[in-house]
Every structure is written in structure tokens, then in C-alpha cells.
């Protein structure tokens, strides 16, 4: 999310949330600000297949950025708006554990293993809201790996047995046609979905969203939530309303 008026807002909604007794955990990524800083030293952003090439020197850049200035940063908002919150990222007591994927030429990019959830539990029963950044540690060498954010936050849910997952993104939901927000579907189930994944109205970038709603909800989440973070109150209103803003998909 790059406009700084829109993250301050969700970030409100998000303490809001808190106040009124949800115990919201967030686990985030930060593509554009990595872009931002790897231009800036003159390293050369890559991707093969969606997946950022993580070569050491990125790797450093993903690691100090996320788990640095964007992880603090949501901190900061989440404190000015009147909650607290501790700022994390998943080599923290080993919070997210990973492998590096077997596809070697794209570096240092990892498949999650495992989670631990003891830290998170115990900092939300305290009343914090934990924000974890999406860098991964593998537990044999203790190398850090770039993990993609959505399957973290679907993860980390599965662990919690959370209630609800809500992936924030920049389109409005599944939609049958990607350029008519009318044809927005507001509620599907796994099978549903995955039918829409087999006639390829479900593609490219939001294959691997769906994917991971279906993964948490196979692991015992109730709900998953898919909205466009770039619209005002769009948690709020995906909460607290009957018809919601986005797609949710359920078992």
C-alpha cells in the first residue's frame, strides 16, 4: 500500500477493530518499498514466475526493509492511533520457518514448514497487536528467506485457528470479468472456487490468494476474506456489514 493517507487509515480500522475486543494480528510484506531501496543502491530487481529473484545482496536489502523501516513504521501508525503493538518478523522465536525452494535460480525464497505460535498468542493476550514481517529463517542453517506475505498471513491464521483471514490487495475481490467490478463475486466456497481456477476466470496473480484462502480454510480457519485495501473503511465494512466489500470464500 503506497499511498501514506490510505495505510494511516486502515491502520485506524485496524485499532478500532481492537478496541471493540477483535484481536487482529498482521502480518505484512512491502514489494514496493524493497523496489524502492534496491534502486537506490543499485541493485537490479528480478522476477521469474511472480517470485523475486533473492540473491544475497537482495536478500540483506529484503531483510533490513521489511523487517526494519516498513515493520516499524506500521508500529509507529498503530501507536499514534492509539493501540500497541510489537513489531516482529518471522525468525523471531522462530515464528516462521522455512526451506529454500528447489528452484535454485531464484535464490534465497522460501516454502514455509512450519509455524510457532507462542510469542503471537501470548503478545494478544496481553492486548498487543503483533505485526510480523514476512522474512523467514531456515531452522538448519539459519539463513533468512523471502517468503510471500499472503501464504505467511494464511499460515500464521492456520496456526491461530483464527477466525478469519483478510488478504488486502489492490482489486476489489474475484471478479468474473477483471475489468467490471460489477461481475464481483461476494461469496464463493472451495469448490466454487477451484472450478473458477479450472475455467481460468481465476488467474494470474489472484491463483496463488484463492489458493492460500483454501489452504487456511482446509486447516480449520472459518472464513476468508479477499479487498481492496485502496478503498476507505474497506476492513471495516468487510467486518461489520452484511454484504461486505470484497470476496469471501468459505469451506
Not at 8 to 26: F, N, T, W, Y
Not at 39 to 66: P, Q, S
Not at 70 to 85: D, E, F, R, S
Request: with cysteine; hydrophobic share 45%; glycine share 10%.
Amino acid at each position: 500500500m503506497k499511498d501514506p493517507m490510505l495505510k494511516a487509515g486502515v491502520i485506524k480500522d485496524l485499532v478500532l477493530l481492537a478496541c471493540v475486543g477483535v484481536r487482529p494480528v498482521l502480518v505484512h510484506g512491502g514489494g514496493p518499498e524493497i523496489n524502492t531501496w534496491l534502486d537506490k543502491l543499485g541493485i537490479k530487481a528480478e522476477f521469474k514466475n511472480g517470485l523475486r529473484v533473492t540473491d544475497a545482496a537482495t536478500m540483506d536489502v529484503v531483510e533490513m526493509v521489511l523487517g526494519g523501516r516498513v515493520n516499524k513504521g506500521l508500529v509507529t501508525l498503530i501507536q499514534q492511533a492509539g493501540g500497541q503493538a510489537v513489531g516482529l518478523c518471522g525468525k523471531d522465536s522462530n515464528i516462521i520457518r522455512a526451506r529454500q525452494m528447489v528452484e535454485k535460480d531464484i535464490g534465497f525464497v522460501g516454502d514455509i514448514t512450519s509455524v510457532n505460535k507462542d510469542l503471537i498468542v501470548a503478545l494478544v493476550n496481553e492486548e498487543y497487536i503483533p505485526v510480523v514481517a514476512s522474512v523467514a529463517a531456515d531452522p538448519v542453517t539459519g539463513q533468512a528467506l523471502n517468503v510471500n506475505a499472503d501464504i505467511a498471513a494464511g499460515e500464521v491464521a492456520a496456526a491461530l485457528r483464527a477466525e478469519k483471514l483478510i488478504l488486502m490487495t489492490d482489486v476489489p475481490g474475484v471478479l468474473k470479468d477483471k475489468d467490471d467490478i460489477k461481475t464481483k463475486y461476494t461469496a464463493l466456497d472451495i469448490r466454487s472456487t477451484r472450478q473458477l481456477v479450472a475455467d481460468g476466470i481465476i488467474a494470474g496473480g489472484m491463483i496463488p490468494k484463492v489458493e492460500c484462502c483454501i489452504r487456511c480454510l482446509a486447516q480449520g480457519v472459518s472464513a476468508t476474506h479477499i479487498i481492496d485495501g485502496r478503498q476507505p473503511h474497506s476492513l471495516l465494512m468487510e467486518l461489520l456489514t452484511d454484504t461486505g466489500v470484497g470476496t469471501m470464500i468459505t469451506g
